[in-house]
């Protein structure tokens, strides 16, 4: 049949030779039937028919495989077509094209068999996997996606970018040139008078799917119609993933270091390997480089950082840090060992005060790491095999010093070995671990009146749980000796000293469990009454020295324990009984948790005379009531709080108090209250007030907050405060203001934290992030901050799902 006879509207497909014609709808019709008609057939009168099997058929793929591309049949229609079958076809009046995902429609348009040239004109369209193009000329090799595109418009499926261009060049199907284009991820509204928030312009921009980046070159960045950044060449990210370039500058300005501008350059050197290299200006100092290195293979991984700044000016030397991370599991005759190192250094004692938010070298959303004034060397190499596990550790300190606010350096372990031992199928349901430690303590004797010390301790326990649906019953006895080896004589003459004491232990509880109703809630209702009485001899322990020992607090989790104290040098004599009762309310279906409430107290029968240097024995034999409560009524509505009470006093000797309100997605506020009396253990009192939050500031009269209408933007309030009611002051502020819009995010934060008892910094940070694009920032990096100090903090500008090719389909 000619094709030029053919009615309107009709639809031509790319024809076959004749032994390859495709029959008619009615003969597949048949043929499909065929098979079913003879299963029919075989079946007996009145036998009853076989269920059909269903097969799994994909539908509807995101993306075609590259071998069934290349055999996709070429379907095309208009009002008025004509040519040559397997050669040539003219389309007029709605022309279209269709191969695979890839639509073309136009006024006019000939197509090209033997080449798979397409060649349109007038109101051109082209959509590919949901990427659309408009334009007035094209011509292109349609599978291999090769040729151009004058006067074009573009929007992208993935990110939502859209510009305009005198002229497309498509490289193929990942690789496309636009020239004096524009760029932006503004959403377009239906006004004659809309302009973009942000817009791009450029000489040219090259696009690369493959590796998802976008580079621009002669340009310049306009935001609200301002240019505010010139771009000789710049690349972007097209998609989340990562690339190699230039990342967003650095800008700020500090009291002390004068302008500051770092210029970071990432290198992805492969899909586990990368670097950054940042080099960095302060205006009072001197300029710095720093580095950083990450890696992640199967079976190890790690990151490398380290900052250099030769000649500051203001402490007339060099500055350094250095930072390394390692972990891996290495092939042994033994079996699989694990290797852990964790090293971070500095040049001096003010790196701390000097450096305290710059990080580079170190990730740019790890604020405060230089902070630390105590910095770990460590190495651990361990092993496990059956119920044995063996590690071998190196620690050691530095210590940074402020003459105003010392403090004192913990002990090194140079080295420390330490073995377990804990079966886990023992007859009689026992239950039973050894454990030996021997561990050499080295610090700087001019912090310390106690000598160096080589502690060795063992560690035996043997239990036996009885578990049942109504309560359990668990004795355990536990036996711990240990030895010191002096590097100089103790008080009393003596250079070595041991000690060995049993422990013996009896843990129960009993749970009632019965439905109850309240305020129109059906619960499941607990009552959940616990008893533990331990046991320890009194040894007399006051001349041991305390490496790593300190008491515990007084709290839920610590009252139910055998020892008063954390670490191995000083065991208590213990001789007492606590008891305490807790009541829960179960959501039947669900089965969390609504409310908590619980009591404990201790009964003690006989002094504590092992205490801390310097503390005073433990006379009292009632100790302080533990209150407790927890409410999770709705998702959304939480509140914690744990309160110490002294019944001889009437007092309160700590409480805590804590909720929370989050409604939704960017929408939480946090508050808590916290005082402390003086103790044995604190001696300084304390009152504190925190609130955080993040909350919009339309929501506050009713708005909705962040929701579906994102063009109209949204403004949102962010902070947390720490106040002490002691003092009277803020001790800790940070305090913002977001504004998301349909395509830009800005933040403004001043962050005030004290450094130490006469100090404080103080900062102002601003930020544009330019939504698929790059981020602008003025100062440190604000997000880092609100991600570290505001609870339950939500980035505005978070990754959106990647939406379908058929969401744009035509």
């Given amino acids: ?58 539908a509807l793929p995101e993306a075609l495989p590259p071998g069934l591309r290349a055999q996709q049949p070429v379907f095309v229609r208009g009002e008025r077509l004509s040519g040559r079958p397997d050669i040539e076809a003219d389309i007029e009046g709605d022309a279209e094209l269709r191969r695979g995902d890839t639509v073309i429609r136009a006024d006019r348009m000939h197509y090209d068999v033997p080449t798979d040239r397409a060649q349109a004109s007038g109101s051109v369209l082209i959509n590919r996997a949901g990427n659309r193009y408009e334009g007035s000329l094209l011509d292109m090799e349609v599978d291999a996606f090769h040729g151009f595109f004058s006067d074009a418009r573009y929007r992208f499926l993935e990110t939502g970018a859209h510009g305009e261009a005198t002229r497309v060049d498509f490289i193929d199907r990942d690789r496309s040139v636009v020239h004096q284009a524009t760029y932006t991820t503004c959403e377009r509204t239906d006004e004659a008078s809309w302009q973009p928030d942000w817009i791009l312009r450029a000489r040219r921009i090259e696009l690369d799917r ?44 500090d009291s002390v270091s004068g302008f500051e501008y770092a210029q970071p350059w990432y290198w992805n050197i492969a899909p586990n390997r990368d670097a950054t290299f940042t080099p960095l200006l302060m205006t009072r100092r001197g300029v710095a480089l720093a580095g950083e290195f990450r890696y992640l293979e199967p079976r190890y991984r790690g990151e490398i950082g380290a900052q250099y700044m030769p000649g500051d000016r203001l402490r007339d030397r060099d500055r350094w840090a250095w930072r390394g991370r390692h972990s891996a599991l290495l092939d042994t005759p033994l079996g699989g060992m694990g290797l852990g190192l964790d090293i971070r250094r500095v040049s001096d004692d003010d790196y701390w005060r000097d450096f305290t938010q710059r990080g580079t070298g170190f990730g740019s959303d790890a604020p405060g790491q230089l902070a630390e004034r105590l910095l770990p060397g460590e190495g651990t190499l361990s092993w496990a095999g059956g119920p044995h596990s063996v590690a071998l550790r190196a620690l050691k300190w530095q210590t940074l010093q402020d003459p105003l606010a010392p403090i004192t350096p913990p002990y090194d372990r140079l080295p420390q070995l330490h073995w377990r031992y804990a079966p886990t199928q023992l007859p009689a349901g026992l239950d039973a671990s050894v454990e030996a430690d021997y561990t050499h303590f080295s610090a700087d004797r001019r912090w310390y009146a106690q000598p160096n010390a080589r502690r060795s301790y063992a560690l035996a326990q043997l239990s036996r749980p009885f578990l049942a649906p109504a309560g359990f019953v668990t004795p355990r006895l536990q036996l711990h000796a240990t030895n010191y080896e ?22 129960s509880g009993l749970v009632f469990e019965r439905d109850a109703r309240y305020f129109g809630r059906s619960f499941l ?35 139910y324990t055998e020892n008063a104290f954390g670490g191995n040098d000083r065991l208590a004599d213990n001789n007492l009984l606590t008891l305490g009762v807790t009541t829960r309310l179960l959501d039947p279906d669900s089965g969390a948790e609504a409310a908590r409430f619980g009591i404990a107290q201790r009964l003690r029968f006989s002094d504590q005379r092992v205490t801390m240097p310097g503390a005073p024995p433990v006379s009292e034999r009632l100790s302080d009531v533990l209150l407790g409560a927890g409410l999770n009524w709705a998702p959304e509505w939480g509140l914690d709080s744990t309160l110490q009470y002294n019944p001889k006093t009437g007092r309160s000797l700590r409480t805590t108090i804590g909720a929370r309100y989050s409604p939704g997605p960017y929408r939480t506020v946090s508050a808590a209250y916290r005082m402390q009396k003086v103790t044995d253990l604190i001696t300084e009192p304390s009152r504190q007030l925190d609130m955080g939050w993040q909350w919009p500031l ?37 305090v913002g203001l977001e504004y998301e819009s349909c395509c830009w995010t800005g933040r403004v934060v001043l962050e005030r934290l004290q450094r130490s008892i006469d100090s404080s ?10 939504q698929g694009f790059s981020r602008l920032t003025l100062g440190a990096n604000p997000l880092a901050s609100l991600r570290q100090h505001v609870p339950r903090y939500q980035d505005l500008g978070q990754s959106r799902p990647i939406p379908s090719r058929f969401s744009q389909y035509d």
């Fill in 1 to 58: 049949m000619d094709p030029r006879r053919r009615p309107p509207s009709a639809l031509w497909s790319e024809p076959a030779p004749p032994s390859r014609r495709r029959p008619g709808r009615w003969v597949l019709l048949a043929c499909a039937l065929a098979p079913l008609g003879g299963a029919l057939a075989q079946q007996a009168p009145g036998a009853a028919l076989p269920a059909p099997v269903l097969r799994p058929s994909p």
């Fill in 210 to 253: 493959v590796e998802d980046v976008g580079r621009a070159e002669g340009g310049v960045l306009e935001f609200k119609g301002v240019p505010i950044l010139p771009v000789p060449a710049i690349s972007f990210p097209l998609s989340d993933k990562r690339k190699t370039g230039l990342l967003p500058p650095t800008l700020g300005l």
């Fill in 486 to 507: 002096f590097d100089a004589p103790l008080a009393n003459g003596q250079r070595s000293a041991s000690r060995v004491l049993p422990t013996f232990s009896l843990d």
């Fill in 525 to 559: 209702q607990t009552l959940e009454p616990r008893a533990f009485y331990t046991y320890t001899p009194y040894r007399d322990q006051s001349l041991l020295p305390v490496y790593d020992t300190a008491a515990t607090d007084f709290n839920f989790a610590t009252i």
């Fill in 698 to 734: 339309d929501g506050l009269w009713g708005g909705a907050g962040r929701g579906p209408d994102r063009a109209a933007g949204r403004w949102y309030s962010v902070g947390r405060l720490n106040y002490s009611l002691k003092d009277r002051k803020l001790v800790d502020t940070v």
């Fill in 761 to 770: 910094s103080t900062r102002v940070m601003l930020q544009l992030e330019f």
